[in-house]
């Protein structure tokens, strides 16, 4: 099976602007879930989604949302950069709400803000 | 909300020595899982071990083990005969049993290997 994809791999935007990034999960793996990684604060939970449905929320401002479409795949989008949203976005998905459930990860977007 | 400290930043170990890295967890619940996860450098985050907080007895993976202490919320990992190839940056997280999959982790642990 192929693991986590994410695309793109590395971006570099300016501040004000908006980027969307791409996650495709595990086939059959029907939850995703979005993790922002800063050296300092290591990994913070953005959102969660399961069958097209945002399960869970971190505590991010409403400029972070995301979606997930019938296939699983999903996306996340920031809009109004800022300097501090540079991160690696990591993506993990998993079988469903299962106890013990295993997160695979994907290899992360690099996200720079000028 | 849950919180995960990993009180190292950074360990280092001989090849072939043992090294324990620490965490600790601040809880209200009683039912929750417990992993430890790597990510070697530029590369993706897998899955070491993992414990079930309703189990008592520590979970073990070949050279990976836990010492897992419910009440003191504690969940060290325990590395033995080190390899190079352990070398890594390494988290601590925390899911609960209620709550579906949002994993809290720790700012990790920075694992050294010195030849």
């Known amino acids: 099976k192929a693991g986590v994809t994410q695309t793109p791999r590395y971006l570099i935007k300016t501040r004000g602007q908006q980027v969307t990034l791409s996650c495709s999960p595990i086939?059959?793996?029907?939850?995703v879930s979005w993790y922002q990684q800063t050296p300092g604060q290591g990994l913070q939970f953005l959102f969660e989604?399961?069958?097209?449905?945002?399960?869970n929320k971190g505590n991010f401002p409403g400029r972070f949302s995301g979606r997930q479409f019938s296939n699983s795949r999903s996306e996340m989008n920031v809009s109004t950069l800022e300097l501090g949203d540079s991160a690696l976005y990591l993506c993990?998905?998993?079988?469903?709400?299962?106890?013990?459930?295993?997160?695979?990860f994907g290899p992360g977007t690099r996200l720079t803000v000028l | 909300a849950q919180t995960v400290t990993q009180s190292q930043p950074e360990m280092s170990v001989q090849e072939a020595e043992t090294v324990t890295l620490s965490c600790t967890y601040d809880?209200?619940?009683?039912?929750?899982?417990l992993f430890w996860y790597k990510q070697p450098p530029s590369r993706q985050m897998i899955l070491v071990i993992r414990?079930?907080?309703?189990?008592?007895q520590n979970a073990t993976e070949n050279r990976f083990s836990v010492n897992f202490q419910k009440a003191a919320k504690s969940f060290s990992l325990k590395i033995s005969d080190s390899q190079l190839g352990d070398a890594a940056m390494y988290f601590c997280?925390?899911?609960?049993?209620?709550?579906?999959?949002?994993?809290?982790f720790g700012t990790g642990t920075s694992l050294t290997v010195i030849p």
């Open positions: 993990a998905s998993s079988l469903a709400w299962e106890e013990h459930n295993e997160q695979f």
């Open positions: 086939s059959g793996h029907r939850s």
């Open positions: 989604y399961f069958s097209e449905t945002q399960r």
């Open positions: 809880t209200s619940e009683s039912d929750y899982y």
């Open positions: 414990q079930e907080a309703y189990k008592q």
């Open positions: 997280a925390y899911r609960s049993a209620n709550t579906g999959n949002q994993f809290y």
